[in-house]
């Protein structure tokens, strides 16, 4: 059962938007390394990693792009989390870490541009509250915000490499979700329902000799997530967790925490 449960989580299709984590987040692991269940606060840190493999995204305000739709989204995070815990009800959490993305458009039919950067500076914020706990079930809800100024490392047009010169991307994405997990042993699966919202700004990109471009803007075509997950953890210190979001996107988050 467990094996069909993981395998389901690992193959699931099309996601949407920022992990959302485990509702039981605030209550795991019940014991740090040093601290004792019985202390009302606790701190945790713990690391992040997303890949978001295809994402629905689109020019929300069509100034250069008579079609508005991207043909490849992909980007990988990697985050360093630290977490302060209130009387394992309530979380606060800053995020820092690398973010690249490849993506492609077809602005006009006969013209495909790829955009590309490198592992680029991401921050975040966010918190988490557990508002129901009755026995094994949990309901709790996430706010997350993210946010990153990255170059465009490599601009292609029709297959062939342009300078990029100073073309740059704004990223910006939050999301509000609820979710409710039910502990099973050292297993706490759980489900929810999100809403996310996608906003950046393509800037500066070069004109070429077969295309002239203006500033856009950026948004994701499906704000709704429904979302799957697993958490794993012996109660003593370490806990683990692997996510998968429906709606919009295909991705996969990994996540482990260590308390203190």
Known sequence: MLRRLICFILLSSPLCALYNGNPSFPDMPERGLWATGDDWWGIKVGYELDGTFSKRIKIKKRKSSIKDLFDQYQSLKQFGVLTFNIIDRFEVYGLLGAMKIDMAQRPVRNIRVEYETD??????????????YWEEV????????????????????????QNPKSANMHYHEWQVGGSFSREIGNMIPYIGLAYASQHSYLRSIPNTSVYSFRDEKIKNRNPFVLLFGLGMTS???????IETRLIGEM????????RF
Do not use: C, E
């Open 119 to 132: 592992s680029q500076l991401i921050w975040g914020v966010g918190g988490r509250v557990v508002l129901v």
């Open 138 to 161: 949990i309901m709790g809800i996430n706010a997350r915000y993210n946010a990153s100024h990255l170059k465009i490392d490599r601009l292609i047009v029709n297959g062939i490499p």
């Open 235 to 241: 109660g003593q210190a370490v806990n683990f967790n």
């Open 251 to 258: 991705a996969l988050t990994g996540s482990a925490d260590l």
